[in-house]
């Protein structure tokens, strides 16, 4: 069994996804079911006997939008629930995410269970919210989850990939704009260790959004002036309208139409198969340019630039003290959204990574530096009777590391043998001692993976519980998990009882790392 965790996951508010760490590189997995696609939708429908999650469960919110899901990350934490009427029960936000992380374990096809995987949240979920995705991870069935802030995972999946000089001290911006939540993370590597030094956000502003905008600015003006309805977006909008299932097929093409504006400067949106109050057929197709579509998303995206405004003014900082702002989320791909942040904000703009799958990949990276630990995983066959115990630092930004072993056993005749896997490095086969103590010459900014091999005096090899030893080079550390608001204690002492005042006593700021040894709950 593999000693790292190795998978990592986004656990996104409209897509999903899972990749792995294997030796140094990650591999994001596909979806089985959409050609060419690397993430979920986190949708999830309850048909009368079974579970559909992803894309086909998308498909039902035209026809059965009653029992469909989305967007349930949003409530994670909450004590709220969603009804399922075809199933006569309610489902938690916790529940419905467990849904999403199962499907997505039927992404890796090597028929190995995963057992353990590195789980992305925002930088602004407090405890409660963290805790309910840790919850969701064990209902999926992992016996061991970890939590990553998701700009952190943004930014190791570009920074694993470049010099550390490069980023030595660095401090840049993290801009997050999904399906149908904003964030933004100030993000800053000091000794060799990254993290989130502030961070704001907006859990209503995404493309969902701007779908939404094209189907109430374009889509209804277009249908009122051209034919009969007397109270369309109420029919459209309300629940019970009876032009609701309409709805969700005009954010639909809405969609389609904006992913299309994202490489060309106009599209049509085709709205069909309505009929309006005279019972007028409707089949028609709507112009929409580009400049259209940037004059219905302005507002919007610069309340996305205020937000970094606030964080940059609350830091003291200036936009030269700013490497440059990492670009992650779908909505990112809309050429405008890039325009306009590096215009306004005068920071360059950095899109060197895939902004739906980079969450996922710094998952992943994380995942292959962070070891199993949960019962059951101890117990390795060991034929030798040889105890191996290791001790060595798994990130470094040294050239060379002290690895340092222990055998428990008896090792009479015996021998061992260190080597880098790609053959750089060999002790050659040495007499086998209690204390071995060896300086390990590492690969600069690579993961260097070493074996430890025991040998009897005929070259055998002799099993024994030794792992795989992995050393980071020159990759990141990850600091402990800020706090996403201040804590304070609330105090109503006597005479202010008396009065009725209750007082606020601050104990730990916003952004304060809180470490502790082994009962952190996020590491
Ligand atoms: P989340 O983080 O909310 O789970 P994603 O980062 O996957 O979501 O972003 C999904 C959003 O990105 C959707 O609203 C989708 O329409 C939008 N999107 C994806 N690709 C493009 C594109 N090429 N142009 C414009 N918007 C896009
Ligand atoms: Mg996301």
């Known amino acids: 069994m593999e000693k790292m965790i190795n998978y990592g996951i986004d656990l996104g508010t409209t897509n999903s996804a899972i990749a792995k760490f294997v030796k140094g590189e990650v591999e994001v997995f596909k979806n089985p079911l959409e050609t060419g696609r690397e993430t979920l939708p986190s949708v ?11 894309t086909n ?11 469909v899901f989305g967007s349930f990350k949003r409530k994670m934490g909450t004590t709220e629930s969603f009804k399922v009427k075809s199933i006569n029960q309610s489902k938690t936000p916790v529940e419905l995410s467990a849904e999403i992380l199962k499907e997505l ?13 590195v789980i992305t949240i925002p930088a602004s979920f407090d405890v409660i919210q963290s805790n309910a995705t840790k919850e969701a991870g064990y209902l999926a069935g992992f016996k061991q989850v970890i939590l990553l802030q998701e700009p952190i995972a943004a930014s190791l999946a570009y920074a694993n990939k470049r010099k550390e000089k490069e980023l030595e001290n660095g401090q ?24 989130v030094l502030d961070h704001e956000g907006d859990n209503y502003l995404g493309g969902a959004d701007f779908d939404n905008l094209i189907v109430e600015k374009i889509v209804v003006p277009y249908l009122n002036k051209n034919f009969q309805f007397s109270d369309l977006e109420n029919e459209l909008k309300s629940a019970s309208g009876k032009l609701n299932n309409v709805y969700y097929r005009l954010l639909k093409v809405a969609e389609d139409a904006k992913l299309s504006l994202s490489n060309r400067t106009s599209s049509e949106i085709e709205v069909r198969d309505i009929s309006d109050d005279n019972d007028e057929e409707i089949d028609i197709s709507i112009d929409i340019t580009r400049s259209e579509f940037e004059g219905l998303i302005k507002e919007s995206i610069d309340k996305t630039i205020d937000m970094i405004k606030k964080i940059l003014v609350r830091n003291s900082l200036k936009s030269s003290d700013i490497q440059f702002t990492l670009m992650v989320g779908g909505s990112t791909f809309i050429p405008y959204v890039r325009k306009r942040v590096e215009e306004l904000l005068q920071i360059p ?23 199993k630990i949960f019962e059951g995983d101890i117990k390795k066959k060991n034929i030798s009777g040889l105890k191996v115990r290791l001790a060595y630092q798994k990130t470094t930004k040294e050239d060379e590391e002290l690895l340092a072993v222990r055998i428990d056993g ?8 260190i080597t880098r896997d790609d053959k750089g490095y060999d002790t050659g086969r040495k007499p086998l001692i209690n204390r071995i103590s060896e300086d390990l010459p590492l690969l600069k900014d690579s993961y260097n993976f070493f074996r430890l091999t025991i040998l009897d005096s005929q070259n055998n090899v002799i099993e024994t519980d030794s792992e795989l030893i992995g050393i980071a080079q020159g990759k990141f550390n990850v600091a402990g998990q800020p706090l996403a608001h201040d804590i304070c204690l609330e105090r109503d002492s006597e005479p202010e009882m008396e ?19 082994s009962l952190n709950p996020m590491f």
């Open 44 to 54: 999830v429908y309850y048909k009368k006997d079974k579970v559909v999650v992803g």
């Open 410 to 417: 008896n090792i009479d005749g015996l021998f061992y043998q």
């Open 499 to 517: 009065s009725k005042i209750t007082k606020l006593e601050l104990l730990f700021q916003k952004n304060t790392l809180l470490r502790r040894k």
């Open 349 to 371: 703009i950095n899109c060197n990574i895939d902004p739906t799958t980079a969450i996922a990949i710094g998952a992943a990276y994380y995942a292959g530096t962070k070891e």
């Open 57 to 67: 469960a998308r498909t039902y919110f035209e026809r059965d939008g009653k029992n």
């Open 172 to 195: 840049w911006l993290v801009y997050d704009l999904g399906g149908g939540t904003f964030d933004v993370a100030l993000i800053k590597i000091k000794d060799g260790e990254m993290k």
């Open 105 to 117: 374990k039927g992404f890796v096809h090597s028929g190995e269970t995963i057992e353990a995987a």
